[in-house]
């Protein structure tokens, strides 16, 4: 193979998910452990080329080969010639096969294996299911080898595998079988005790069932552990009984097309000769039961030896979990095996039941599964079969096994909404069920129980029921069919039933959150933990459905799960200030780096910040958290925290001076407005004000400043505070200017130039000057306007604020153009669309645009004009600007090329 451990690292990803698409960010964060160098994608590119040059060599057939989709590669290959799937083939082809038959097959599969996995490639990729793989397919031989009479063999690879695996209880109890019929008992004894001592000292875990089962026997010198029993050669009554155990399907089943046909490659793309196993994962009352036997009953004649169907209990209050050899013994009685013939031991059980179903095409439903332990004993070997399990967890041992896992999603809204109208057989407006749908999350469990309150109580109307829906404090009350324990709590109760405190903690922390979506470095400040523990713990809940990680460190949970999590956060308002104070340290954080901070607040604290080393990196921290700034400073208004409610208001507002989007910008600066007058801090209001200035300038409502110009200036005299009368000036003018009052506007500019220079404020200075260029630029007289313009351009790069560099060199661009230097404005104009376009300054990037067309205008190219035009048209358009009307104009009025 070509290269080093980066291109070996690839090439394992690649192989790892053979014929399914590797984004190429997860290539990247993988690689170079979410730490990548700025060339990291052009470096993943020449690894693909590279890896492509060596495929040709190595399959000329190109029958291999990388194909890009999207963002990602895709491996197309024969998955029967990767070594870990034909390992995982072996495995099932060796269930339900005589001792010598499995222990070759098994071999073959553990040869595979030529050392340490994935060994080449530096530790960048980690793929734990194949070591657990290596160990499964190890400890099935070692059961063959057992069963072969291969005691005295084994013994020597054991005692090194429980070495090095010491808590792995199925070696250790091979291990003391196969010391106990070498007649080594006492050393058998000893392997135990020294187990059970480890594991309590280290895990405070007691062995398992299985493993005190055999400790017992060995200690009681039990002569039938010496040798392997034979196999009970058992005659069913086969064809006399055909099982059809699934429950009937419920009424008004729909909107799961794409799951069904999921499940329908399941059966029909799985090896003929092993079991085709399916996982259907999701949180409680997704539907994943019902799609099971929905399914299972439409495809019950591709099974013709029948259907099998056990409730596992996994998460049931009522009952515990289902005990696997008492099912298996179900099933046996269902396969026609007399109850008298069922065997005693679960081994035998599992035995007999894949001996039987070696040969016959059944359907296998094990429902409510709560891990893969209870499952693996149940699933049917060496068969064309199919066995589907649902689950509120992942089973990620059995898909580290070869199953295939499918996350069951919410509904659709038009499929939710028609599910609550067969339930309540109702002729609602559809507006009103859409509704309805939409506040129940589109769950099924919840869109039912609305259907059964519209059928049975006639005093609910859809208007009260969404009422009810759309106050979270009743919302979960609503959903709960009268007289019984059957609602959406209920079956939330029941899956944080299983959680440990901390986690149930993680969830509490979880409702503390406005927003929608958390992560570890809020959940670890509020819980006083580290980032990585309460990632862990944020990754735990959603294993169980209870949150989904969207992307790194984001985690959102579904509408019902956050107002089950709000429930158990009774603490919420006094948690609220810490949310609060958390947003306003890495805002304060993340939009240093998109401009010089122009007022003197610091919210820095000693909080675990996530990191944000650049540019690009606070932005995408804005525009990922911009919902929960908006919910938290609402939260924090009606709470009345409005100190740090005006202070978020204001770092909120840098952001949208970087991506400007007027109705929410107006919004929040509004209520910052509100709050810093109920604080009663008065260099608040400025500030805000202030803020509201440069909006309004944004979006040509220059007139609507005065009164904002005119308070911001008073207050700050009163404070006697320097900077921010520089910056009440500056917005006064600013204001004049708009309202045409141009020689009132230069005097305010040059009070504001005048304080701005006795107080050494340079960012200050650089944008009056900038200022005053445009009202000599208005007033006719461009050259008088470019002394000032260079000079603010100039002062712009010294302070490093790249974002009013961009805007000064367009506007100086203009000048140019309007005094005829075309060359030097064309300079400019590119340059300033360079800097904003890097720095994703919309209005910026579409000014310069705009300026070039007209340069490029005057030199005659009308389709480079066309193309500047257009493009400045679409930036406006995003940002909600209305110059986007000037601009369509002009290209209405464009000659055709």
């Known amino acids: 193979m070509p290269g080093g451990p980066g291109i070996g690292g690839l090439l394992a990803m690649l192989l790892l998910e053979p014929n399914q698409v590797v984004p190429v960010e997860r290539i990247v964060d993988v690689l170079w452990d979410h730490e990548p160098p700025a060339t990291a994608r052009t470096i993943v590119q020449g690894y693909i080329s590279r890896l492509r040059k060596w495929l040709s060599t190595v399959d000329p057939g190109g029958t291999t080969r990388i194909q890009t989709s999207g963002a990602g590669y895709r491996l197309a290959v024969e998955e029967a010639r990767i070594d870990v799937a034909l390992a995982r083939r072996l495995l099932a082809e060796s269930?339900?096969?005589?001792?010598?038959?499995?222990?070759?097959?098994?071999?073959?599969?553990?040869?595979?294996?030529?050392?340490?996995?994935?060994?080449?490639?530096?530790?960048?990729?980690?793929?734990?299911?194949?070591?657990?793989?290596?160990?499964?397919?190890?400890?099935?031989?070692?059961?063959?080898?057992?069963?072969?009479?291969?005691?005295?063999?084994?013994?020597?690879?054991?005692?090194?595998?429980?070495?090095?695996?010491?808590?792995?209880?199925?070696?250790?109890?091979?291990?003391?079988?196969?010391?106990?019929?070498?007649?080594?008992?006492?050393?058998?004894?000893?392997?135990?005790?020294?187990?059970?001592?480890?594991?309590?000292?280290?895990?405070?875990?007691?062995?398992?069932?299985?493993?005190?089962?055999?400790?017992?026997?060995?200690?009681?010198?039990?002569?039938?552990?010496?040798?392997?029993?034979?196999?009970?050669?058992?005659?069913?009554?086969?064809?006399?009984?055909?099982?059809?155990?699934?429950?009937?399907?419920?009424?008004?089943?729909?909107?799961?097309?794409?799951?069904?046909?999921?499940?329908?490659?399941?059966?029909?793309?799985?090896?003929?000769?092993?079991?085709?196993?399916?996982?259907?994962?999701?949180?409680?009352?997704?539907?994943?039961?019902?799609?099971?036997?929905?399914?299972?009953?439409?495809?019950?004649?591709?099974?013709?030896?029948?259907?099998?169907?056990?409730?596992?209990?996994?998460?049931?209050?009522?009952?515990?979990?289902?005990?696997?050899?008492?099912?298996?013994?179900?099933?046996?009685?269902?396969?026609?095996?007399?109850?008298?013939?069922?065997?005693?031991?679960?081994?035998?059980?599992?035995?007999?039941?894949?001996?039987?179903?070696?040969?016959?095409?059944?359907?296998?439903?094990?429902?409510?599964?709560?891990?893969?332990?209870?499952?693996?004993?149940?699933?049917?070997?060496?068969?064309?079969?199919?066995?589907?399990?649902?689950?509120?967890?992942?089973?990620?041992?059995?898909?580290?096994?070869?199953?295939?896992?499918?996350?069951?999603?919410?509904?659709a809204p038009d499929a939710a909404a028609a599910v609550i109208a067969h339930a309540a057989g109702t002729t609602a407006a559809a507006p009103d069920l859409d509704r309805l749908a939409r506040l129940c999350g589109c769950l099924p469990l919840a869109l039912r129980i609305i259907g059964a309150r519209l059928a049975s109580s006639p005093q609910w109307s859809v208007g009260e029921l969404v009422e009810r829906l759309t106050d979270e404090r009743t919302r979960l009350g609503a959903l709960r069919v009268e007289d019984t324990e059957t609602g959406v709590r209920a079956a939330l109760d029941v899956t944080v039933g299983a959680l440990t405190p901390d986690r149930v903690e993680a969830l509490r922390l979880v409702g503390t959150v406005p927003g929608a979506t958390t992560g570890p470095h809020l959940l670890a400040a509020l819980a006083g933990v580290d980032v990585e523990t309460a990632r862990d713990r944020l990754r735990a809940l959603a294993a169980l459905f209870l949150v989904t990680e969207t992307a790194r460190d984001v985690f959102d949970a579904h509408a019902l799960v956050r107002a089950y999590a709000r429930d158990l956060a009774a603490d919420r308002a006094t948690r609220l200030p810490e949310v609060l104070r958390y947003y306003l340290a890495v805002a304060d954080h993340s939009r240093r780096h998109l401009r010089a901070a122009a007022d003197d607040l610091d919210e820095s604290a000693d909080l675990p910040l996530p990191p944000i080393p650049d540019r690009d990196a606070a932005l995408d921290w804005f525009e990922t958290e911009w919902p929960n700034l908006l919910a938290a400073a609402a939260e924090g208004a009606a709470a009345g925290l409005h100190d740090q409610v005006w202070r978020l208001a204001r770092l909120a507002g840098e952001f949208r001076r970087t991506r400007p989007r007027r109705d929410d910008w107006a919004w929040v600066l509004d209520l910052g407005l509100e709050s810093a007058r109920a604080a009663g801090d008065r260099r608040g209001e400025v500030l805000i004000r202030l803020s509201r200035c440069v909006l309004l300038t944004r979006f040509g409502g220059e007139s609507e400043i005065l009164a904002d110009g005119e308070r911001a200036v008073a207050v700050a005299t009163e404070l006697r505070d320097p900077r921010l009368m520089v910056m009440g000036h500056n917005a006064l003018a600013s204001a004049l200017y708009g309202q045409k009052r141009h020689h009132d506007a230069l005097a305010h500019y040059h009070r504001a130039l005048d304080l701005a220079v006795r107080a050494?404020?340079?960012?200050?200075?650089?944008?009056?000057?900038?200022?005053?260029?445009?009202?000599?630029?208005?007033?006719?007289?461009?050259?008088?306007?470019?002394?000032?313009?260079?000079?603010?351009?100039?002062?712009?790069?010294?302070?490093?604020?790249?974002?009013?560099?961009?805007?000064?060199?367009?506007?100086?661009?203009?000048?140019?153009?309007?005094?005829?230097?075309?060359?030097?404005?064309?300079?400019?104009?590119?340059?300033?669309?360079?800097?904003?376009?890097?720095?994703?300054?919309?209005l910026t990037e579409a000014f310069g645009r705009e300026v070039l067309a007209r340069v490029l205008c005057e030199e005659g190219d009308l389709l480079g004009t066309r193309v500047e035009l257009e493009k400045a048209a679409d930036l406006y358009r995003v940002a909600q600007s209305p110059l986007v009307a000037t601009v369509q104009e002009r290209l209405d009025t464009l000659p055709a090329v």
Do not use: C
């Open 760 to 842: 050494d404020y340079r960012l200050g200075e650089a944008n009056i000057h900038n200022n005053i260029a445009q009202v000599h630029r208005d007033l006719g007289d461009p050259a008088e306007a470019v002394a000032p313009q260079t000079r603010a351009v100039d002062m712009f790069r010294e302070v490093g604020d790249l974002g009013f560099v961009g805007l000064a060199l367009a506007n100086l661009a203009e000048l140019e153009h309007e005094l005829g230097h075309l060359a030097p404005a064309r300079a400019h104009a590119t340059e300033a669309i360079t800097l904003a376009a890097a720095n994703g300054l919309e």
């Open 95 to 411: 269930r339900g096969k005589p001792a010598d038959v499995r222990a070759e097959l098994l071999s073959r599969a553990q040869s595979l294996w030529r050392g340490p996995e994935l060994s080449d490639i530096a530790g960048r990729v980690r793929a734990p299911e194949l070591a657990e793989l290596r160990l499964t397919v190890i400890e099935a031989r070692l059961d063959a080898d057992l069963e072969l009479g291969r005691h005295d063999e084994v013994i020597g690879e054991l005692v090194a595998l429980v070495d090095t695996h010491p808590f792995r209880e199925h070696l250790v109890g091979q291990l003391v079988l196969a010391l106990y019929r070498s007649g080594r008992r006492a050393a058998a004894l000893e392997f135990y005790q020294r187990f059970a001592h480890r594991a309590a000292g280290e895990l405070g875990l007691d062995p398992g069932p299985g493993l005190r089962e055999l400790h017992s026997r060995v200690l009681r010198d039990d002569t039938t552990l010496l040798e392997p029993r034979p196999t009970r050669v058992i005659t069913p009554r086969l064809g006399v009984l055909v099982p059809a155990e699934l429950p009937p399907t419920p009424s008004g089943f729909t909107g799961r097309d794409a799951d069904l046909a999921w499940l329908d490659r399941l059966r029909a793309g799985g090896d003929p000769a092993a079991t085709a196993v399916g996982v259907l994962a999701g949180p409680a009352g997704i539907g994943k039961s019902a799609l099971a036997v929905v399914w299972g009953a439409g495809a019950a004649a591709a099974f013709p030896d029948g259907t099998l169907f056990a409730a596992l209990s996994g998460f049931d209050p009522a009952h515990p979990p289902a005990d696997p050899a008492a099912v298996l013994g179900r099933f046996l009685i269902s396969l026609g095996v007399t109850q008298d013939d069922v065997p005693t031991e679960q081994a035998d059980r599992v035995a007999l039941y894949r001996t039987l179903l070696a040969e016959r095409r059944v359907l296998v439903v094990l429902d409510d599964a709560r891990d893969s332990d209870q499952v693996l004993p149940l699933l049917p070997g060496g068969s064309s079969s199919v066995a589907l399990v649902t689950s509120r967890r992942r089973l990620d041992g059995l898909v580290a096994l070869g199953a295939r896992l499918r996350v069951v999603q919410p509904l």
